[in-house]
């Protein structure tokens, strides 16, 4: 049907225009303008915003962004994909509770939840009191302020995410066509490549998007759990809005990034639209 | 889609809270930092005027000002930074305090403050240094020097406020320079040292109280009261006010020209003023207060005490962040540039 | 299986190591709560004493249901739109969906204030709940979306057919089949509502804070365990109805 469904699109589209997008365009406007010492939005228009942003200085902290954002999400999807599948297919009458046991833990404070990471992570921490016991190591180990931990508190924070979407799409497909392929003699592992990954593909990628994309923003994992060096643009964005009131500037590389990742979701659906 | 459900709870929201201003009562709206206050201040203020408080709490005194600089009203009375108090001045966004208020003595060093030479728009409320807090256990015999926080052995445990003013100015005095410099040349070598100590650096943060108590950072640029509350939780911990010179700062009282209740946040300037009140808050928070007559009150560790009140030949070595004008960017780049 | 089974006990694991911390410490002594000193349960009786903490808890829960309801709504309608009907402008309406997902949380948060302020609107609950709904509805949408792709509405075009109206064709045929990713989006959606900081810091009325508010405010000197207290406290509650719930539909069997 080639026919637009405006009612059923209408009360999205006007919230989203009343207020996303018109709170929107004061950030658009202010981005093409100077800022004088006192913090005031001069009336001359400027690209300077832009061309700052474009620096190559800046570049580093964008693909540290994009690595630690991608690496995080992959992660969360990796750890999260057969947990879905084991909820969705396995888990029979205990769906609701496994799925809520899931949630549970993010209805805390982010903040403390960060926290306690740092208590686990910390020189006399849980984690390297274990891997002293264990042998596994001599002496303990700088685990805080360092990538690795930024990229386990972003995982960590996203892995319902993930999850949520493939269990959703995993769980709607028709269990019938498990059974057939097995009785037409499939073994586990061509039923899971042939039947079952394909129809949860929808799920994995909207699954990575609702986990990359607010990764790429993510501005308390690195400035709790990293170093100077582990600073995402999120960060950035943070310092230009409530340390150096560079407002203007501050949009600007905020609306480089909605941009590419704007473009990012276009090409998503693309590639979709040319599944079908 | 909002459907009338959702209309009637906004506007019982909206009600309630329009209810809550004006009307028969006596309202205060203060917006103050977090754990600066002592536990029954405001409680026996509302008892005294009759005053009901709204009291809301920040944690950073920026994130505060965006909001008051976009247009945000309805608070009353607000405990802010100087250099915020200086913007707030700039933008004339301050109701002049005048003649209701009776001040008292002050301490002589808290009496003309850069930002507000006359007092005109602000009511100082607590003041205190910035130093080095240590852990007095990993580190022994630690230098009354700012070249603590380079100790190529201390890699990895030093942590720096995240405040372009203090960990710029920092640089300056131990290059035994005028820390409020604009002078370029300065400012660039001031740089310099500071990419210095980037790789020592474990985080640039002004919440350095837990992991010093963690033992995580074993010494952190901070601010006097946040080390003694440090040492409450962590008897370990040192403060040290360094030799070539450091930092005094003043937080003040300061009420917007938008207020509702003036004359209620003037009330309780007044009521703050009294020795008993000032000395209940210095003894919960850990800061010294301005009013010359509470500091005998105050309790006993804290007097002589670089920690609370340092002594005078130690106060003849501080200096106020003064204005930098229009140097301001100058600093925020190079700021920015160090922590890239 | 096994290893399938294993692997799903190591991520729920992981999930509430932090949880565990967080419980341990709601008992700790020290006010300033970063290292264990003691055990004690005053923290739980000084929440009953704190009229502010218990308000805003009750502010972020009434701002989570309305704003999940909400979303839940335009997002369901959103997602049927996009998966059903094949028309122009479908990757527009598509990145109109990720886009708040994609604004920096501090962006969202001042952008709105200034929307507020501009059209002279007092900040207050209902713009808490206005600005949660906004960066709500992308989850439910991209959620039910999921659950939408690849099936077909034969059924739905077979009850037109049969003389039932649009509002039954959902209600009686599209409903029960996506309900499960209805739940899932709202589920979603109020657990970021439930923790949000940025925007709600930058949008709420005075006496309309909510628990993150009094939570990130705390950081600077500590966060006290009368936190841990109430989050402990919030977890047992949900975890009790839970269980009484899945027992009684186990014992309906």
Known sequence: MRKTPWKLLAPFLIFELVFIVAPLCSVIWQSFHPVSPDYEILPQWTLDNYRKALDSSYLPILGRTFLYAGCASLAALILGYPVAYYIALKAGRRKNLFLILLMLPFWTSYLIRTYAWMTLLQTDGL????????????????????????????????????????FVSLEQMDKRLIDAARDLGANDFSIFKEVVWPLSLPGVLAGGLLSFVPALGDFVAAELLGGPDDQMIGNLIQQQYLGSFNWPFGSALSLLLIVLMTAGVIAYARVEGDEK | MLSRRHFLLGALALGLSAGCRGGRDRILNFYNWSNYIALNTIGDFEKESGIRVNYEEFSSADVSFAKLKIGVTG????????YMVRRMMRHDLLYPLGPELSLPEFLPHIEAPPFDPEQKYSAPYLWGTTGIGYNARKIRNAPASWSLLWEQSLAKRITILDEKRDAIGVALFKLGLDPNSVDPGELQLAKKELLKQRPLVRR??????????????????????DVAQAQDSNPDIRYILPEEGSFLFVDSLVVPRSAPHPEAALEFINYFFRPEVCRDITNATGYANPVAASKPLVRPELIDNNLGYPPDEVLSNLHYQEDVGEYESVWDDLWAEVKR | MKFLKAHVAFVY???????????????????????????????????????????????SLQVGFLATLAAGVLGTTTALALTRYRFRGRSTVLSMVFLPMAVPEIVMGTSLLTFFVGLGIQLSLTTVIISHISFCVGYCAATVRSRLQGTNFDLEEAAADLGATPWECFRLVTLPRIYPGIL?????????????????????????????????????????PKINAISTITLLITLSALLMSQWKSERSR
Not at chain 2, 205 to 213: A, E, M, R, V
Not at chain 3, 37 to 53: M, P, R, V
Not at chain 3, 186 to 213: E, Y
């Open chain 1, 127 to 166: 984690l390297n009191y274990c891997l002293l016991q264990l042998g596994l190591i001599s002496e303990p180990l700088q685990l805080l302020n360092t990538p690795g931990a930024v990229i386990l508190g972003l995982t960590y924070g996203f892995i319902p995410f993930a999850t949520l979407p493939i």
């Open chain 2, 75 to 82: 608070y009353d009375l607000i405990v802010a930074p100087g």
């Open chain 2, 204 to 225: 640039y943060t002004s919440d350095f109280t837990d992991d010093l108590i963690r033992g995580e950072t074993w010494a952190a640029l901070g601010w006097s009261g």
């Open chain 3, 13 to 59: 694991l992981l999930l509430y190591a932090p949880i565990c911390v967080l419980v341990l410490f709601s008992f700790n002594q020290d006010k300033r709560n970063v290292k264990w000193s003691g055990f004690t349960l005053e923290w739980y009786g000084k929440i009953l004493q704190d009229e502010a903490l218990l308000r805003a808890l009750w502010n």
């Open chain 3, 184 to 224: 899932s989006g709202c589920l979603l959606a109020f657990t970021l509502s439930l923790d949000d900081f940025v925007v709600t810091f930058f949008t709420a009325g005075i006496g309309a804070g909510t628990l993150p508010l009094k939570i990130y405010s705390m950081v600077k000197f500590g966060i006290s």
